[in-house]
Structure formats: structure tokens, C-alpha cells
């Protein structure tokens, strides 16, 4: 099993520029996360999706959009990129909202 | 909301000391309450978790501890080793939340 995978695994992009990150679990699991980890601090709940069909907001949903593409698949959308949404973007899943697992992290810059 | 602090933000101990982290949380309904290490440039991945019908719960040099009259938990990692250096994450959530909540995590270092 690969577990949780994203690409790419490292992205520059000009302001004002959209992109897409790519998620995917191959564990089955029900719930699929969006954080963002920025130098030296915590993870930030973007969205999340606690089953197939349904999205939520997190704590910092604001200039991204997400879509469940099914069961496996969660993508992140920046539609226009900014240089404060510069981070390290990682994705994750669960069975059932508890323990999470972690796919390797994109790393974002927005020049 | 849930609402979960961690203490310390950075913690440095002596190679073969133990440390402690400490968590509190808000919500009394919270009942999973796990721990995650982050090393440089890696992934966060679980190394211990506990729920709230157990107090403690020991693996080889760790150990998680909770009291749920006071609210709190902490983490405990005995005969510290240079591998031990990371970000330690912990976190809660209820069995009717979709999520968890993750407190501000520790940067722990092992001096040698």
C-alpha cells in the first residue's frame, strides 16, 4: 500500500497564478484532510471531508476550494495564488475522524 | 470549539534525560487523544494514542498519560536519544467530529 500520496512535490508559482494539489489514499478511509504548515508553526485545517460527497470548511478555508473526486481522490485548488498561501501543504486521511495519516507534504512557494 | 494548548513550545533535555509534554484540552467530550512527532522536512506520524477509558499507556521509551477530571494529558519519553529530536504534536477529537484538533506542538532537542 502507498498510503496517502500528493503531487507535486514542489511547486513555484507567480501571484495571481491557480493550481491544483493532488490527493490520494488507498486505504480505504472514509475522511480526507487539507492542512497547511507554515516555518516553524503548527498544522491549519483548510478543509476537510468527513465522507464521499461532502466538504467542510477548516480553520483557514479562505482563497482555496476543494472537491471530492471520490472516495480516494481529495484535490486543493488555489485559484489565485498569493504570496501568504506560500507553505508546505499536507494532505491526510482517517477511517473515521480519528487517527490521521499523513501523505508526505507539498512544498509550496508563491512569488 | 475544541480547543487544545501544548506546553512547552520548546524543550531541551540532556541525551538519556527524560521529557514531558503536556496537553490540555477544552471540550470534556473529547475521548481520542493522540500524539504525533514531525521530524525536519518529514511527515507528522503517530507514535502513541490513547482513549479516554484508559489512563495510561506505555510503548518501549514512551508513554502517554491522561486525567480527564483535570482535562489534561501529557506525553512522556523515558532514556532520551538524538532520534528523539522533532516536533511533537498532540491532539483531540470526539467520536461524533469528523476531525481532530492539534495543539501548537513542541520542538524538542537532545543535547548530547
Known amino acids: 500500500n502507498a498510503g496517502v500520496t500528493q503531487t507535486p512535490k514542489f511547486q513555484v508559482l507567480k501571484t495571481g497564478q491557480s493550481m491544483t494539489l493532488q490527493c490520494a489514499q488507498d486505504m480505504n478511509h472514509n475522511s480526507m484532510y487539507w492542512y497547511r504548515q507554515d516555518p516553524g508553526m503548527g498544522l491549519r485545517l483548510i478543509y476537510y471531508s468527513a465522507s464521499e460527497g461532502t466538504t467542510d470548511k477548516g480553520e483557514v478555508p479562505n482563497g482555496y476550494n476543494v472537491s471530492r473526486l471520490n472516495k480516494r481522490e481529495f484535490s486543493l485548488r488555489l485559484e489565485s495564488a498569493a504570496p501568504s498561501q506560500t507553505s508546505v501543504y499536507f494532505c491526510?486521511?482517517?477511517?473515521?475522524?480519528?487517527?490521521?495519516?499523513f501523505g508526505p507534504g507539498t512544498r509550496l512557494t508563491v512569488l | 470549539g475544541e480547543n487544545v494548548e501544548q506546553h512547552p513550545s520548546t524543550l531541551s533535555v540532556q541525551e538519556g534525560d527524560s521529557a514531558v509534554i503536556k496537553c490540555t484540552y477544552s471540550d470534556s467530550a473529547s475521548n481520542y487523544f493522540p500524539w504525533y512527532k514531525q521530524e525536519l522536512g518529514k511527515r507528522p506520524q503517530l507514535i502513541i494514542d490513547?482513549?479516554?477509558?484508559?489512563g495510561e499507556k506505555k510503548d518501549q521509551r514512551i508513554a502517554v498519560t491522561l486525567n480527564k477530571t483535570a482535562k489534561h494529558f501529557s506525553l512522556h519519553i523515558t532514556e532520551t536519544q538524538p532520534e528523539d529530536s522533532a516536533v511533537y504534536f498532540c491532539a483531540a477529537s470526539k467520536s461524533s467530529a469528523s476531525k481532530i484538533i492539534f495543539g501548537s506542538g513542541t520542538r524538542l532537542s537532545i543535547r548530547p
Open positions: 491526510a486521511s482517517s477511517l473515521s475522524g480519528d487517527t490521521q495519516y
Open positions: 490513547i482513549r479516554s477509558n484508559v
